[in-house]
C-alpha cells in the first residue's frame, strides 16, 4: 500500500557548507550542559591524590594510617595496592600508576585517597607520610642527551648530503613549554558495577584508549571496563594521557561505592602533560636566486620524565622542520630526551608549532640576506602538490596549495595606522605605561604545514554506526566532542548523505563502538566524518533499495512524486549501518626517515600586525590575517572559530604563555601566574579558506584544527622583530628580550 | 553554618562548610551547577554571578557573607524554553564552542547590558576582560556582543 501526500521536504537544513547551531549550545549557554565536573552519583564518595613535592626523590616510606585515622576516609591506595600492570602509558607504558620506588616528577601521584566530601578528602590525602630521599634531578636536555637518557632519536637524510648553496643563513632557536589549560581541569566519576567491573565518566580525548590502560592497570577483562564520553571543558591535547582514570576505578572498585575526582587548578597543571620545549639549531643554504639548495637541521626536545607521546612529537617536529618549501638536500637529527621535568605530550600543532618558528626565522633571515621579499622568497620555494616532501621523500599527492596561501595572503588589506588608539589597545593595556607615541608597529609572515591523522604506519581508523529511530536517524560514535564542534558536523553530514533533517550524534560507550581514535591530529572530521559518509551513504541505500524508492527525507520514501513509506513504516524494521574508516596507509621511516610517513596535509600562512612598545617590552598582537587550506569547508563559522581559537593559543605561545620551572619544579602553576590571553589581548582576525577538493576526508574536507597554531607564534615574532629590530630567537618573547 | 539568601528568586537555606565559597555552595549544596570552577582565584570569570546587582566571582565570595543577598547566576537569567537576548546573540554568533567559560561570559555581558544598552566595541572588551575563553579566541562572542549592541541582530 502507498500513501499519497503532498511532498512537504525537498532537501534538509544544515548540510554541509552551511553553520547550523551546535546542538550542545543552548544547554550550554544555559548553564545545564552536563560536564564531568558535574557528574554525581548516589553514595559518591570523593578522590584526593597525594603528589611529590620533589622532581626527583627515592621513596623510603609510605604511612597511610594517618589519612585512614580521619573519619570519613574510606581509602588510601599506593603503588601496592595497582591490581594490574602497575604502568601506563600512550605509546611505552612506562610511567607508574603510582610511584613506588622513586618519583621522576614534581607532581608525580603517590597515593590517592577517598573520602564522603572533598574537604575530607584533601585532608586525608595531605596526612599521608612520604618519607623522601631527595635526589638531584637531571633537568638540562643537554645533559640528558649525553647520559643517553633518551626516548627516540630520528634521523632524516635525503638527497645529495654534499650539495652547497652560497648563500647561508644559520640560527638557534628555543620554544617555551605551554600548557594547553583547558578552562575544565580533569574530572571523572567512577561507578562501580557490582559485579566486578566500572563505568568510567572521565574527562578525555579517547575513551578507548582509556578503557584499555584502565582494564591493563586493573588486571581486569576488556568487557569489565567501560569508558564513557563526557562533557568536556576543552582538551588541546592534555586529555591524551591517561591522569585519574586508572586512580578513580581503583578506588570506586576498592569501596565498592561512585568516586568522583576533579583537580583543582594547580593539579591540572601537574596533572597534565604540556607542549615540549624545544633547542633547535638550523643552517639554511641558497642559491643567489633564493631556491634552497640545503636545509640542516637539528632538533632537541624535552619529552619530561615518561614517554607519553614524545617520539611522536619529535617525529613530527622532524618530518616538518623544513615547513613547506622544496628543498632536495636536506639533514635532520632529532632526538627526544628523558629528564625529570614535567611530562610533555600532545598540544595543538604536536612538534610541527616548535620547529616552524625556527625555520620561518630562518626563511626571513635568507630573505635579509638575500635583499628578498620575504614572501617572494617564500613563494618561489612553496611546496605544492605532486612535490616530494623535502624530508621524507613521499610525493604529496592530496591537495597542497602553498602558493595559492601565499598569494592570497599578500593580497589581504593592511589594516590602516590608528592614529590614536585607546589606552586598552596599547601594548601596556590598562596599566596605562606605555607613552602612545613611542609605540611601533611590525608586520610579519609565517607559513606552516602539518599532517593530519595519525602517521609512521599506525592503524589510523574510526566506527562510527547511523541508525534509525522514530524521531530521525542517530549517529554514534565514540569520538570526542571537545567544543571543536564535531557534534554538529556529524550531523551535517549524516544529513547531507540521508537526506533528512533530524538527525542527532550520540556520544556511546566504549561496549557499545569500536574505537573512534583520538580527537586530536585534526583527524575526527576526515576520520569519524568519513565513517559517518559511508554509514549514511550505505544506509540510505539499503532503504531506497528494500522499499523500492528513490528518494529519502524526513516524511519517508519516495518514488518520484509518491510517498511510498512514511518514516512510521520504514523503521518498523531495525535499520543500522557500522562503518570503519581508513585513510590511506602510512608506512614507517626506513633508516634515514624516508617513506610515505603521513596520510595527508595541511598549509596555512599568517600575517601579524604588532604594536610594540621599546621602553618596557610590551606587545599588542593588533590583528592576525590568515589563509589557510582547509579542503572543503564543512561548517564555515565552526572552521572560523577554530582558526580565531588556535590563532589566539599561537598568539599566546608568542608573547605570554610558559611554564617556568626551576629544578624541575613549575613555579607558575596558578591562571594568576601563567597568563593566557584575554579579550584584549586578542588581535582583530581575517580569515580565507582556500578550499580545493581532492583530499580523501568526507566531501574532501581536511582538519583544520592546528595549522592555527603552528605559524602565527612565527608571525607574531616576525612582526616584533620588524618593530623593534631585536632578534627574538626565544618564543614566548619576554619584556627583557625588547627592552634590554 | 546555614546561611539564608535569594537564589535566581527564590529563598533558600544552605550548610556552609567553612570556609565555603559562594561557587561551593551553588555547585554542591544548592545543584546549581552552571556556574564553574576553573581557576579559583578570581581569574577565569567562569564562575561569575550577579550578587545584590553586582558582577561577583562567586568563587572569591564567602559563602557566609551571602546572607541576606539576592544572587542571580546564568540558571536564572532566563525562564524555562526561553534564551536571554545574550545568550540569544551568542548561539546566533558561534560564541560556545567547550562551554566551559560560556556561563561566566553571559554573565558578564548581561551585567554590562544592564548598565548600557549600547556599548562600544572596547566598552564590550574591558567588560569581558575578566573572563578566559581558550577556545573561540573571543572573536564570535565579540560579534555577538555588537551586534547586540547595535540592535542589527536583535
Not at chain 1, 627515592?58 to 597511610?64: A, E, H, L, N, Y
Not at chain 1, 604536536?350 to 617564500?378: I, N, T
Not at chain 1, 616530494?388 to 596561501?405: K, N, W
Amino acid at each position: 500500500m502507498t500513501t499519497r501526500i503532498e511532498r512537504r521536504v525537498t532537501s534538509p537544513d544544515g548540510v554541509i557548507g552551511q553553520s547550523p547551531a551546535r546542538p550542545d549550545a543552548v544547554p550550554k549557554l544555559r548553564g545545564e550542559f552536563e560536564y564531568a565536573q558535574d557528574l554525581t552519583a548516589d553514595g559518591m564518595l570523593w578522590a584526593a591524590t597525594v603528589r611529590s613535592p620533589h622532581a626527583r626523590a627515592r621513596i623510603v616510606s609510605v604511612d597511610v594510617a594517618p589519612a585512614l585515622a580521619v573519619g570519613g576516609v574510606h581509602a588510601c591506595l599506593t603503588a601496592d595496592d595497582v591490581p594490574g600492570r602497575s604502568v601506563f602509558g600512550l605509546e611505552h607504558p612506562d610511567q607508574p600508576v603510582l610511584a613506588g620506588e622513586e618519583v621522576r616528577y614534581w607532581g608525580e601521584p603517590v597515593a590517592i585517597v577517598a573520602a564522603e566530601d572533598p574537604r575530607t578528602a584533601l585532608r586525608a590525602a595531605s596526612l599521608v607520610e612520604v618519607g623522601y630521599e631527595p635526589l638531584p634531578p637531571l633537568t638540562d636536555p643537554a645533559e640528558a642527551e649525553a647520559r643517553d637518557e633518551v626516548f627516540r632519536r630520528l634521523r632524516i637524510r635525503r638527497g645529495d648530503q654534499e650539495r652547497r648553496g652560497s648563500v647561508v643563513v644559520e640560527g638557534e632557536y628555543q620554544v617555551g613549554m605551554q600548557d594547553q589549560a583547558p578552562l575544565g581541569t580533569e574530572a571523572g566519576l567512577a561507578i562501580p558495577d557490582g559485579v566486578g567491573g566500572v563505568d568510567l565518566h572521565a574527562t578525555s580525548q579517547f575513551v578507548h584508549i582509556d578503557q584499555e590502560q584502565v582494564v591493563a592497570s586493573l588486571g581486569l577483562r576488556p568487557d569489565q571496563v567501560r569508558a564513557h564520553p563526557t562533557g568536556i571543558g576543552g582538551a588541546f591535547g592534555a586529555r591524551e594521557d591517561v591522569n585519574l582514570h586508572i586512580h578513580l576505578c581503583m578506588l570506586a572498585l576498592h569501596t565498592g561505592r561512585p568516586v568522583k575526582m576533579v583537580y583543582p587548578r594547580a593539579e591540572s597543571f601537574a596533572g597534565h602533560v604540556h607542549r615540549h620545549p624545544a633547542w633547535l639549531r638550523y643552517r639554511h643554504e641558497a642559491d643567489e636566486e633564493g631556491r634552497l639548495v640545503r636545509v640542516e637541521a637539528r632538533v632537541v626536545i624535552d619529552g619530561g620524565a615518561y614517554a607519553s607521546t614524545t617520539s611522536a612529537v619529535l617525529a613530527n617536529s622532524c618530518y616538518f622542520a623544513v615547513g613547506p618549501y622544496r628543498c632536495d638536500s636536506v639533514a635532520v637529527d632529532g632526538v627526544g630526551v628523558r629528564t625529570n621535568n614535567p611530562p610533555c605530550g600532545a598540544m595543538r600543532g604536536f612538534g610541527a608549532v616548535q620547529v616552524c618558528f625556527a625555520y620561518e626565522s630562518q626563511m626571513d633571515r635568507l630573505a635579509a640576506s638575500l635583499s628578498m621579499d620575504p614572501l617572494d622568497l617564500r613563494e618561489l620555494n612553496a611546496l605544492q602538490s605532486g612535490d616530494p616532501m623535502p624530508t621524507t621523500g613521499q610525493s604529496i599527492d592530496t591537495p597542497l596549495p602553498t602558493r595559492e596561501v601565499i598569494q592570497s595572503l599578500r593580497a589581504m588589506p593592511l589594516p590602516d595606522a590608528v592614529t590614536r588608539p585607546h589606552h586598552s589597545l596599547l601594548p601596556g593595556g590598562s596599566g596605562l605605561t606605555t607613552e602612545p607615541r613611542h609605540v611601533r608597529r611590525g608586520i610579519g609572515y609565517a607559513l606552516g604545514i602539518k599532517n593530519l591523522g595519525f602517521s609512521e604506519g599506525f592503524d589510523d581508523y574510526a566506527q562510527a554506526r547511523v541508525l534509525l529511530t522514530a524521531d530521525g536517524a542517530v549517529v554514534e560514535t565514540a569520538a570526542i566532542e571537545v567544543g571543536q564542534g564535531l557534534v554538529t558536523v556529524l550531523c551535517q553530514i549524516a544529513r547531507t548523505a540521508l537526506g533528512i533533517n533530524n538527525v542527532t550524534v550520540s556520544h556511546v560507550d566504549t561496549s557499545r563502538i569500536d574505537s573512534a581514535g583520538s580527537t586530536s591530529a585534526s583527524r575526527q572530521t576526515q576520520l569519524s566524518g568519513g565513517a559517518t559518509l559511508e554509514a549514511a551513504t550505505r544506509l540510505r541505500g539499503r532503504i531506497l533499495s528494500r522499499l523500492g524508492g528513490d528518494h529519502l527525507d524526513d516524511s519517508g520514501v519516495w518514488q518520484g512524486e509518491e510517498l511510498v513509506a512514511p518514516w512510521t513504516q520504514i523503521v518498523e524494521q531495525e535499520w543500522n549501518e557500522t562503518v570503519t574508516f581508513r585513510h590511506p596507509p602510512t608506512s614507517a621511516p626506513d633508516e634515514n626517515g624516508q617513506g610515505v610517513i603521513h596520510a595527508d596535509f595541511a598549509v596555512a600562512g599568517h600575517r601579524a600586525v604588532v604594536d610594540v612598545d621599546p621602553d618596557l617590552g610590551l606587545v599588542k598582537v593588533i590583528r592576525i590575517d590568515t589563509v589557510q587550506d582547509v579542503g572543503v569547508a564543512l561548517n564555515p563559522d565552526s572552521v572560523r572559530g577554530q582558526i580565531e581559537g588556535g590563532i589566539l593559543q599561537g598568539v599566546g605561545l608568542a608573547v605570554m604563555e610558559e611554564l617556568i620551572l626551576e629544578d624541575g619544579v613549575i613555579l607558575n602553576p596558578t591562571f594568576t601566574d601563567y597568563l593566557l590571553p584575554t579579550i584584549l589581548d586578542a588581535p582583530d582576525v581575517e580569515a580565507l579558506l582556500i578550499e580545493q577538493e581532492g583530499s580523501w576526508g568526507p566531501f574532501g574536507a581536511k582538519g583544520v584544527g592546528e595549522p592555527p597554531t603552528i605559524s602565527s607564534p612565527a608571525a607574531v615574532v616576525a612582526a616584533i622583530r620588524a618593530a623593534s629590530g631585536k632578534e627574538l630567537n626565544r618564543i614566548p618573547v619576554r619584556p627583557q628580550d625588547i627592552a634590554l | 553554618m546555614i546561611v539564608a539568601f535569594t537564589v535566581n528568586g527564590e529563598a533558600v537555606t544552605a550548610r556552609v562548610a567553612h570556609p565555603g565559597s559562594l561557587l561551593d555552595v551553588l555547585r554542591d549544596e544548592l545543584s546549581l551547577p552552571g556556574s564553574k570552577n576553573a581557576c579559583e582565584q578570581g581569574e577565569c570569570g567562569s564562575c561569575s554571578v550577579i550578587l545584590d546587582g553586582l558582577l561577583v566571582c562567586s568563587c572569591l565570595v564567602m559563602a557566609a557573607d551571602v546572607e541576606g543577598s539576592s544572587v542571580t547566576t546564568v540558571e536564572g537569567v532566563a525562564a524555562d524554553g526561553e534564551l536571554h537576548p545574550v545568550q540569544e546573540a551568542m548561539q546566533r554568533a558561534g560564541a560556545v564552542q567547550c562551554g566551559f567559560c560560556t556561563p561566566g561570559i553571559v554573565m558578564a555581558a548581561i551585567d554590562l547590558f544592564a548598565g548600557s544598552s549600547s556599548p562600544s566595541s572596547i566598552e564590550i572588551k574591558e567588560a569581558l576582560a575578566g573572563n578566559i575563553c581558550r577556545c573561540t579566541g573571543y572573536g564570535a562572542i565579540v560579534r555577538a556582543l555588537e551586534g547586540l549592541a547595535t540592535g542589527g541582530e536583535q
